[in-house]
């Protein structure tokens, strides 16, 4: 019974996704048929819709790509990566973006490896999505600090920015498909970002104080622990630590 149960809780929040996805989806279409609509009947290319008519398709190709991450194949990449590797190329990857902004980065490695079974494309991707909602937290530049450390049988790590925060009643929502407070914003990285965690049996925390920066906490079980195996377990049992 109890393997029902997990099945259909699976199965609803699965369909509850898919009809997200379909609504976010549909939203940008409508807006595209009746511009195109509009040009059938008036015979003009007017540049404003076009230009409009563009970001709607880009919202679209956002929506679906961040989709494509989840549905990566998984279990077959899975290897040892050193998790401070994977940080210095995000680090590289999104610093000219950071720069334009006025933001530095700083980092601050544990000296020894830092090995985690992983799907090295996905947790670049966490990192990625963690980071540049810290990036768009500081319009006005300031710093990001990426942090690992090890913590008994995880290795831990924090990504903090000197951004706005958030304020508590969002705290919450936040992993919630198709929540968001920005214009072009999908509402979709933290979600994924979880989603992905989860996969490597870990867990991701969010800190925040309005006003005063967010921080992002990650922890992914060290190799070569029974633990590891063991999934949900775990990951309950630590989430009560905290
Ligand atoms: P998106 O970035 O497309 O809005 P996310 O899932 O990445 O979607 O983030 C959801 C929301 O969480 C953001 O819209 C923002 O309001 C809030 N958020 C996430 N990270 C931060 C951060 N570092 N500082 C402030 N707000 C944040
Ligand atoms: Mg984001």
Known sequence: IEELL??????TTVGQLAAGVAHEIRNPLTTLRG???LQ?????????????????????NLIVSEFLI???????HFQQKDVRHILNDVISLLSSQAHLFGIEFESRFAELPATVHCEENQLKQVFINIVKNAIEAMPDGGSITLEQYMDE??????ISDEGGGIPDYMLPKLG??????????TGLGLMVSQRIIQA?????EIRSEYGCGTEVIIKLPAPGEPAA?????????EDNHE
């Open 6 to 11: 997990r099945r259909s809780e699976k199965l």
């Open 35 to 37: 511009f195109l609509q």
């Open 40 to 60: 059938q009947e008036k015979q003009v290319l007017v540049p404003l819709h076009i230009d409009l008519m563009l970001s709607e398709l880009e919202r679209i």
């Open 70 to 76: 989840l549905a990566k194949p998984q279990a077959v």
């Open 153 to 158: 049988d995880s290795v831990v790590i924090v």
């Open 176 to 185: 919630e498909p198709f929540y968001t407070n920005k214009e072009s914003g």
């Open 200 to 204: 490597h049996k870990g867990s991701l």
């Open 229 to 237: 195996e063991q999934g949900m377990n775990r990951e309950r049992s």
